[in-house]
């Protein structure tokens, strides 16, 4: 096949995440099986307009404010030239609407839709903005079929419309060489819980930082190790001031990968507070380092998420119960112990292998399903 990837962001892009590392592990290993693949992505300070990542071949254009509009149109040239039997359509910002732009069959590939969400993030403006791109998802992709990373995205879908029938779920994948437990290196003497993320305002690390408040009441020596940045750093300064925790949380900013899993391996409880996931990769990254996890009760990680086996669910926004839960992570060693077995366990039956060879064939079902209506 000759798929071509329309996303917001490729692989190398500073801005990266795991919406990234997703679509890149899938379409590399789709080189690997002789397919052609061709990426369109958004062009950014340094990055050239045209590279070869993996055997992908990587088209730069636009920028972030407008490739919504550049992108699509720059692919719709270039199938001009270069017939494809597929676009995969990365739907995890403003969605591009493909279908507008071609006779392809697209499929739209969902990690997760913002939703209300957005709110949280941007001003009432652009967030309406954002909603209302998404709100066009089930009258421009009528004749699609959907990938989606859970089943809360499935779940999203089918209330926005979308026929389940026309809906596969295929669970993410993990770098099991990058996350892993490392011989040699002891948990920290020191109770120590840690996130690590872009540090955006929807993702709630403010319900982070004031659970360790309360955590300190029974565990005082406690400490939060945040790694990674972004536009929200300088608020939750502002938080760390307030509650009077400058001893106790440590931003470490950006790591490499090699860095951050040593720090996971030193590490105690990973919280993830977010409202809304479209999976939870960190989650699992965290499991797959030993590290248990306590994380909201919302869509998405409440399937990354096994409550009582390798993590905790607690509402959303609850500070006591994200703190209750890691109270008793920090002090039952033999809870501790046999959350952190299972996480590793769980973490295990994620591979890129499996999340490719599950999604070839989900390629295949979306061009003879075009085919079918034509």
């Known amino acids: 096949m ?46 050239k307009a045209k590279v070869e990542i993996d055997g992908v071949r990587v088209i730069r254009r636009g920028a972030w404010w407008n490739a919504n509009y550049v992108l699509p149109r720059a692919m719709r040239a270039f199938l001009r030239d270069n017939p494809a039997d597929l676009v995969i ?41 954002v909603m209302a791109w998404e709100s066009l998802i089930p ?26 029938s026309r809906i596969d779920v295929v669970l993410c994948g993990l770098d099991h060489n990058l996350f892993r437990t490392i011989p040699g290196i002891a948990r920290e003497h020191r109770p120590t819980l840690v996130h690590f993320g872009r540090m955006r305002k929807y993702k709630a690390i403010d319900v982070v930082i004031r659970a360790l408040s309360q955590v300190r009441e029974s565990v005082p020596g406690a400490k939060l190790v945040i790694i990674g940045d972004g536009p929200d750093r300088e608020r939750l300064d502002g938080i760390v001031r307030r509650e009077r925790l400058h001893e106790a949380v440590h931003f470490t900013g950006r790591m490499s990968g090699p860095q951050m899993v040593e720090m996971l391996n030193r590490c105690h ?29 919302v869509p998405g990680l409440r399937d990354s998420i096994q409550d009582g086996i390798t993590g905790f669910l ?12 890691t109270v008793a992570l920090l002090k039952d060693h033999a809870l501790h112990e046999r959350m952190s077995a299972a996480g590793q366990a ?24 075009a085919k079918g209506r034509a």
């Open 2 to 47: 000759h798929l071509v990837a329309l996303n917001w962001r490729d692989i190398k892009n500073p801005d990266a995440g795991g919406a990234e590392i997703h679509l890149h592990e899938i379409l590399k290993r789709m080189v690997a099986r002789g397919h052609r693949v061709t990426q369109f992505a958004t062009a950014y300070d340094g990055g």
């Open 314 to 325: 607690v509402p959303y926004g609850d500070v006591g119960a994200f703190a209750e839960k």
């Open 269 to 297: 409880v990973f919280l993830n507070a977010s409202p809304k996931e479209g999976w939870g990769l960190t989650v699992v990254e965290a499991n797959a380092c030993g590290v248990p996890v306590v994380g909201s009760n």
């Open 89 to 129: 359509e990365d739907i995890n910002k403003v969605p591009f609407l493909a279908p507008r732009y071609t006779r392809t069959p697209v499929l739209p590939l969902v990690p997760h839709l913002f939703g209300s969400t957005v709110f949280r993030e941007t001003n009432p403006a652009f967030a309406a903005y």
């Open 139 to 164: 009258r421009v992709y009528r004749d699609s079929r959907f990938a989606v990373i859970s089943p809360s995205t499935r779940d999203d879908l089918v209330a926005r419309g979308i026929d389940a």
């Open 346 to 369: 769980w973490a295990r039956t994620m591979t890129w292998e499996r999340c490719a060879d599950e999604m070839e064939p989900v390629f295949f079902r979306a061009i003879d399903a």
